[in-house]
């Protein structure tokens, strides 16, 4: 089955999310969808609007971190319990990764994958991906594969997600001290034949991730790669207005520049929608291809999602629509100074997105 | 004035320490040069730094401190690029908002609608039969041109409300070659969704309203008037289309009272078929306004030097807060609209009676007048 | 690039040029003295924490770089450095010898071990891809000096035809595209989201290993455009960077299998202090402490980039120079200054006249308690140095007199000092590098660690600046040239401010106090490394048991501790265990947050001192001298971590 493009990407947002779950997953014929076990309560938001649906299989992981808070250990069991008891125990399995080996080395996307290979079926008529409790080094290369052996397969293939404006909890993350590609998204980066080429960053900029702005900066440095341009995302328009300028300013140091300074270019995407980000990354790729093309050198844009979940959904688009690398720094350990929250029965949620990816939109 | 004078000039003004000084000349560092310096109502060897000297050189020493914090920490400054990028959001809402009415129409849920073809034809025959109107100049038209080139037809693009009828027949042959082009055989040549595009409502008053005597004035009012009288609806436009009103900026107040407005003003349109709808680019949100709750020594500063020379006869009276006391403290790159602080934006003709106070702007006004004191 | 002190000593710089007027020739020698001829024929692991010079000095090597500095010596620039090189022979008649590449080691090698293969698989995959993107990586570094491949010869070893043939090292463009077919086929492995299966691996025989390193001897290069007309024999250099990402059974396996003496490229493992065992870390320094001829049976040497304190006049030299090279690339500031020493003013500060009076009082009324003979308070007066202010005199006569208060006949009035030589305080600098102590000179920077001691005592009663000159700022840098940047960029920063302002470019005590206090404070605050949390707690819990040490009234480690030690035997026991702790203790080392110093023997036991690093210590108010240790155990830094 063929799949989104630059030119045709098929997505919902807000209500016309729910009526897609309920019109057209609720009568698929048969589902597979993938979930985490989450600390927000969001991260269960899908799951509970297809529970009682007789046809889904639901697969859900469990991140494994060595550094976790008790509150944070205890909603991620909460979140365990509720799913036991609202859906079927022969429908659900649930799956432990490690996100982080002992000697630090981020090894969650691989791990991810691996798992997960073992349930894809062809009779799936649907594979779904819930990203809302999922990090980006799992959730993402779990789309590329789900993609990959879906289309084979002949599947739809979706990947929704939802969030909520506030969080319950403040999280404070710890991130690891070094640079990564995501699993299955490092294109040709690390080849000698990339050694001399071009390298436009484009970082997604977001509360919080200075360091590892910083650790990612390091990461190029040390590839020997010549940083062309530093292309910052900040998130226009934003529920607070002067968000980009102030992550502008404080993020100047870990971009080694000023914005003004020729080599940093801002890229503005809408806060809590997707399709602006991947949109905005394509027009942008667009302009620096014939750029590039009239020079002839060898030029790579390296993608970098933050921890901004409706936004970095956007970059993943436009770096499998585009073959583009995505490097980040993975989320050691959560802490948190806030209380355990109460908890809720039925989740809701402010801002959702389906992306269709891969199936019949695309047939014609 | 050179970025180095300006700093020093101001540290002495502000009584700023080295500790201090270093702190906000960086943050000035940045956003001047990102932003504040490129304001189309500055004059060239006068930008940001000499106007941000004479503004706090209006207040004694011990008020400077909260009218450099203003700036500081609330000040909200929309660049060019930035507002492009608004315009850049339309279409997509649009689209959306199309795909939604045909799934309606054909009554199946949206996620049916894709690669239905049915659905997918009729979906692009009502992005053909639509007409974007900019409603002033801020609605930028030529962006939204450039930006979706290709996309929209730059005949569906129109700059100005009181389009012509030689226009409107232009516009009609247009949309009937494009239809025959893309096979709609059976459509008529008619537009069934007319996009209404402006940049900016802080209060909805010169978008729509309704004066003491019963009266609806505004934009929309006067939009549907010249449509009605012209003869339009039935013609060039279908008799149920739908109206779109879609501005890159809105505030969470504006579109709360023009979407009660739209519904009241459907009311007294009668028998008229056409419905109306209200979207934004960007909405800014009620935490950002300055009013009597704010800050105390922020509000006391707004209202003490504030003078009334700055009012016209379009504006009402006591307008620290701004026109409409929307109280905001927005600039916009090309001018400042009168729903920011007065403070912001206003210059006093004479010397206020009692203080003898000159109010001198930090991003000057252009007064670039429609009517009824809203102006942008 | 506005300000140099912005960029960070571990990127890499993308002109040769710009790296070039920035390195210090210093550092270069005090790496290559002594071993240089065994640091290219044999293994060597090179230890440092992030910011200590090892990237710069990688880059330095390579051989566009080297270029760019042989035409600006030949231009009279940067003649230091090219002297040193040359000194080294890496250059000769200025002219490279040396062909280096370096390779990161995280990502895809690490990757590697993720492999669902057996470990020997694995192994050859990794030794294959690292000597496959090495004979690239070689290759490209004479492509960006000009060298064309027709000017290229492969010098493989004479009994190795076999191989020579294998690699393909008769044809350079041959050599190449094997190296590159090998290169890719291994990365497409490696990134696959599944990777296939190890039979179907085996079928593309790349479970045997590409082997480059045992035959490659030279590169003969017919000319170097612009450097040299005749032919050159370059020795090729690889140099694995950041080797600690690799999993520790891959970095055993590489360090085995460099220590084969027969492969005749130079091959050096950079990494990060942390990466190492403890007994690792011994021999190296014991290593370091080696000079040339001592080592000539070792089949593997050890070179630290961070060395003891002792060295800190050689690093206060380093400091110095780097300094100068970067105000020269601030066009602003370069036309009113040309060092920093020159704005920071040494002139000790005092107390204003309240807080000088409310001393004065409280000594008065310490030294009334007392209750002394009064020729016994006279002695104690006379000991103080005359040339001390008033408040100082005032906190020294203090501290005296609770000493006097505690004395038994057998200790001694100063109080008993380290072993080793006791560094002096910012007050006096009597330090003589390598030479003997004499008794006298130990009294006398007993007596300066007193004085110090004294002044950190003023500094937590009263905010005494203590703090300032340049030679606090090296010391604080504990070794580390990015630390020393950060903290020397801060001060450059309020400097820019004053330029700005028309004021006079120099900082006096306070100022420079005030500074360099808030910049360590943010710097530790803002920590973000794996445990970074945990670390800054354990920092905070030494910290504080150092502050109330030092501010005992009687001053017993003289200008006060720095250091938290434990029995030896715990830590022992620690490692045996395993645990949280242990891998924290690993990140913090690697952040400089506190060095660890094991088998340390003082008063009859042997202890494991965690000495805080420059930043904590300027954070918290301790001393930068030597310093003394509080005693404790592993179980309370253990309770740190609840």
Known sequence: ?364 | MKAQLGKLLLAELMGWDDAEATKEFAWLKTVVEYKYDHYQGYNPGSRFFVNLLAWLAQFNPADRQTAYKLVRHRLIYISQREIHHLVGLTLPRLRRDNRRAVSNELRIPMCASWGHSTAERRAKEMDIRTVFIGLSDGARTDVLRRLNEGVISNEQIVAATEISIEKWNKLRDELGKRLRLEVFTDSPATFERVCLVDDFTASGSSLIRRDNDGTWKGKVPVFINQMIKAERFGTHVTTDCVIQIHHYIGTEHSRDIIEQRLKEYKLHLGGLGVSFTATYSMVLPKSIVINDSSDPALVELLKRYYGKTCEDEHTDEDIWFGYRRCGLPLVLDHNTPNNSVALLWASSLRPHEETGHIMKPLFPRKKRHVEHGQSI | MDNPFKKRATEYFDDPAALLSLVSAEPVRAFFSGHHEQLFDRPVTIVGTPGSGKTTLAQLLELDTLVALIQLARNNDNKNLAAELAHFRILEDLVPTVLAYRLPAGSTLRDIWQLPYSQSTRSALLRSFIQARAVLGWLRKLEKVQVKAHMVKVVTREDLETVRGIIKADDIGELRSYARDIEERIFRVVTALAPPGEAELATTGLSTTYQAFDAIEAFVVAEIPNVASSEIRLRPLFILDDAHELHPQQFKDIEQWFRNREMKIARWIVTRVDALGPDDFRAALRDDRQTAGTTPGRDHIYKLMQRDRKNRRAFRTVASDITKRYIEQMPALRRHVNNLESCLDARVPSLSPSDTEKLTQRVAATVAKAALPEQVRLQLERKIPAKLGHDQRQAVMRILVHREMKRTPQTELFAAFNEDEVESAPVEMNYTEGEEETGADKRKSAKSALIAGANIQLLHEFQRPYYFSFETVADASSDNIEQFIGLAGSLVDVIETRLLRNQPLWLDAKVQHQTLVKHASDMVAQWNFPHSEAVRKIVAFIAKRCVAKTMEPNAPLDDGANTFGVPQSEMDRLRKEGGLLIQVLHYAQAYNAFSLVEEYECKKRTWCLFELGGLPIIANGLTLGRGGFCEGHVSELMECLN
């Open chain 1, 1 to 364: 089955m063929p799949s989104f493009s630059t030119k045709r990407c098929v997505a919902h947002g807000a209500d016309d999310v729910d009526e897609f779950v309920e019109q057209h997953l609720c009568h698929a014929s048969k589902v597979l969808f993938i979930g985490t076990v989450g600390i927000e309560p969001t991260s269960v938001y899908f799951a509970s609007k297809l529970a009682g649906t007789a046809n889904v299989d639901f697969r859900f992981l469990i991140e494994q971190r060595t550094n976790t808070d008790k509150v944070v250990q205890e909603l991620g069991d909460r979140h365990l319990q509720w799913l036991r008891d609202r859906l079927a125990a022969s429908t659900c399995t649930f799956h432990d990764v490690e996100v982080i080996a002992k000697d630090g080395a981020t090894v969650a996307g691989r791990n991810a994958a691996s798992i997960a290979s073992s349930w894809y079926d062809k009779a799936y008529s649907d594979i779904v991906i819930d990203g809302s409790g999922m990090s980006r080094g799992i959730c993402f290369p779990l789309l590329r594969q789900a993609m990959e052996i879906g289309q084979t397969y002949n599947a739809n293939v979706h990947v929704v997600v939802a969030s909520n404006n506030h969080r319950t909890i403040q999280l404070q993350s710890e991130s690891n001290d070094r640079a990564d590609w995501i699993h299955g998204f490092q294109a040709d980066m690390g080849l000698d034949a990339m050694s001399d080429a071009l390298t436009l960053w484009i970082p997604q900029l977001s509360h919080g991730s200075s360091a590892q702005l910083d650790v990612m900066y390091r990461h190029l440095s040390a590839l020997g790669v010549a940083l062309a341009e530093v292309c910052p995302i900040v998130p226009f328009p934003s529920v607070d207005p002067r968000r980009g300028d102030e992550l502008l300013f404080d993020y100047r140091s870990a971009l080694r520049g000023d914005v003004g300074d020729e080599r940093l270019n801002v890229i503005y995407a809408h806060e809590g929608d997707p399709m602006d980000v991947f949109h905005s990354i394509v027009r942008m790729e667009n302009i620096r291809k014939e750029v590039f093309a009239a020079t002839g050198k060898q030029a790579v844009s390296v993608l970098s999602p933050s921890g901004w979940r409706m936004g970095s959904l956007g970059m993943v688009l436009a770096a499998m629509a585009l073959n583009l690398p995505l490097l980040y720094v993975e989320t050691i350990g959560y802490t948190t100074t806030s209380p355990l929250p109460a908890p809720i029965d039925t989740p809701t949620a402010d801002r959702k997105w389906h992306i269709w990816v891969a199936g019949s939109p695309y047939a014609v």
